[in-house]
């Protein structure tokens, strides 16, 4: 890992003198209110009972939370006046707070958001004609370690609950003009979606839900460093969501260096993973591959890939990689990011070269939440 870091050897992948050493124990605040999202049905319901209410009425509010329409407790105008009142005494309507906001000149938004115990978190908006994807996270942090992903660098605090999850496409639905839709969600944000397989999938679900944003789930894309017990999982929810696989790299040796929980799985079985995702969804499965400059962006490493995939009902995302400012790592010019692209078209791999959005704001997943981290981190120090 080190080799790849502007850290010293042996020492952490985060440079000592850009970031500051994180405490060790990070005083959790209780969260005074609970977000009423993350509240099991069940215990609504009782909690309904308790205050003399009828049973449908958590159907009702569940309907208003997910409905993208309102921000408060008080905008559910089919309740009393008295039971917005106890909702608003007993549950928060809303765990994230929008610490900083960015706006690209291609009109990219990115957030960085506070969850109520203070860790962050960041998703983006993105803008293509006719085309509205939002991209989410679903981990403070991560714990997969990839040498180039600002997400890892801290490792992983804790997962975001279903609620944290699908609140991240609610405040970014505010974000946008009245005419637009949100039409895709990638979750391709900080974290590793298939390690919060519970939580994602209850947040895919109050995304797909016709009281909430009612999209397909063949709109929604959700990838990850490949985890194949829950690659398989996935592909027996019975739903038609995209998966992608993050790749990075032709062959266990490279890939081990460069995506380090590779070490304990393997190309074969990931990969054997995903044909059966294939197999049992019908939906071709994509392969993102970032370009790193001098490691994995050779002509031979083309061919590698383009043997590794070949016969398969597949497509390879190539991402040239963004900058992370404590990394040494860095995308292959254009001429090379092409010329690789060319070759795996030539062996008969789909490939296509991922456009970079949101290019003038701090773009790379992970980097505002490690940039914020650090001042925070700074500023208690002094
Ligand atoms: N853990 C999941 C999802 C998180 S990131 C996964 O591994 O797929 C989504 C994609 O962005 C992954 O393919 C990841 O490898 C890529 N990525 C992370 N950091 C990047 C960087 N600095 N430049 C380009 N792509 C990056």
Request: charged share 25%; aromatic share 6%.
């Given at each position: 890992?080190?080799?790849?870091?502007?850290?010293?050897?042996?020492?952490?992948?985060?440079?000592?003198?850009?970031?500051?050493?994180?405490?060790?124990?990070?005083?959790?605040?209780?969260?005074?209110?609970?977000?009423?999202?993350?509240?099991?049905?069940?215990?609504?319901?009782?909690?309904?009972?308790?205050?003399?209410?009828?049973?449908?009425?958590?159907?009702?509010?569940?309907?208003?939370?997910?409905?993208?329409?309102?921000?408060?407790?008080?905008?559910?105008?089919?309740?009393?006046?008295?039971?917005?009142?106890?909702?608003?005494?007993?549950?928060?309507?809303?765990?994230?707070?929008?610490?900083?906001?960015?706006?690209?000149?291609?009109?990219?938004?990115?957030?960085?958001?506070?969850?109520?115990?203070?860790?962050?978190?960041?998703?983006?908006?993105?803008?293509?004609?006719?085309?509205?994807?939002?991209?989410?996270?679903?981990?403070?942090?991560?714990?997969?370690?990839?040498?180039?992903?600002?997400?890892?660098?801290?490792?992983?605090?804790?997962?975001?609950?279903?609620?944290?999850?699908?609140?991240?496409?609610?405040?970014?639905?505010?974000?946008?003009?009245?005419?637009?839709?949100?039409?895709?969600?990638?979750?391709?944000?900080?974290?590793?979606?298939?390690?919060?397989?519970?939580?994602?999938?209850?947040?895919?679900?109050?995304?797909?839900?016709?009281?909430?944003?009612g999209l397909g789930a063949r709109r929604i894309t959700v990838s990850t460093v490949g985890l194949p017990m829950q690659i398989r999982e996935f592909a027996?929810?019975?739903?038609?969501?995209?998966?992608?696989v993050s790749l990075h790299a032709p062959n266990d040796e490279l890939r081990t260096q460069i995506v380090p929980v590779n070490k304990g799985t393997g190309?074969?079985?990931?990969?054997?993973?995903?044909?059966?995702?294939?197999?049992?969804?019908?939906?071709?499965?994509?392969?993102?591959?970032?370009?790193?400059?001098?490691?994995?962006?050779?002509?031979?490493?083309?061919?590698?890939?383009?043997?590794?995939?070949?016969?398969?009902?597949?497509?390879?995302?190539?991402?040239?990689?963004?900058?992370?400012?404590?990394?040494?790592?860095?995308?292959?010019?254009?001429?090379?990011?092409?010329?690789?692209?060319?070759?795996?078209?030539?062996?008969?791999?789909?490939?296509?070269?991922?456009?970079?959005?949101?290019?003038?704001?701090?773009?790379?997943?992970?980097?505002?939440?490690?940039?914020?981290?650090?001042?925070?981190?700074?500023?208690?120090?002094?």
């Open positions: 890992m080190s080799e790849f870091c502007k850290a010293p050897p042996g020492s952490l992948a985060v440079s000592s003198e850009s970031l500051p050493i994180l405490p060790t124990a990070v005083p959790v605040p209780a969260q005074p209110l609970r977000a009423l999202l993350d509240t099991a049905e069940s215990e609504l319901l009782a909690w309904l009972a308790t205050i003399g209410e009828k049973k449908f009425r958590a159907g009702q509010i569940r309907r208003w939370m997910i409905s993208r329409r309102i921000q408060a407790f008080d905008q559910m105008t089919d309740l009393s006046a008295v039971l917005r009142q106890q909702l608003t005494e007993h549950f928060s309507f809303s765990s994230l707070q929008t610490v900083r906001h960015q706006v690209a000149a291609d009109r990219t938004e990115k957030l960085l958001l506070r969850l109520h115990d203070g860790e962050l978190v960041e998703c983006v908006l993105m803008r293509d004609p006719g085309r509205r994807t939002v991209c989410v996270s679903t981990q403070v942090g991560c714990a997969m370690g990839c040498v180039f992903c600002a997400s890892g660098l801290l490792g992983v605090k804790r997962d975001l609950t279903a609620a944290e999850i699908f609140e991240q496409v609610l405040v970014l639905h505010r974000l946008m003009e009245d005419d637009e839709k949100i039409t895709n969600v990638v979750v391709m944000g900080i974290g590793e979606p298939l390690a919060n397989y519970r939580n994602l999938m209850q947040a895919l679900d109050m995304l797909c839900s016709d009281d909430g944003f027996r929810c019975g739903r038609q969501f995209n998966l992608a190309l074969q079985e990931i990969i054997a993973a995903a044909d059966d995702y294939f197999e049992i969804t019908g939906r071709r499965v994509s392969y993102e591959y970032v370009l790193l400059a001098g490691v994995n962006d050779q002509p031979h490493h083309a061919e590698e890939l383009s043997r590794l995939l070949r016969g398969r009902n597949c497509h390879v995302n190539l991402i040239p990689m963004n900058g992370v400012t404590e990394l040494v790592m860095t995308a292959p010019g254009e001429p090379r990011t092409h010329q690789f692209c060319e070759l795996l078209k030539d062996r008969g791999i789909p490939a296509t070269v991922r456009k970079r959005k949101g290019a003038d704001i701090d773009a790379a997943c992970g980097q505002l939440r490690l940039n914020r981290t650090a001042t925070d981190a700074a500023s208690k120090d002094e």
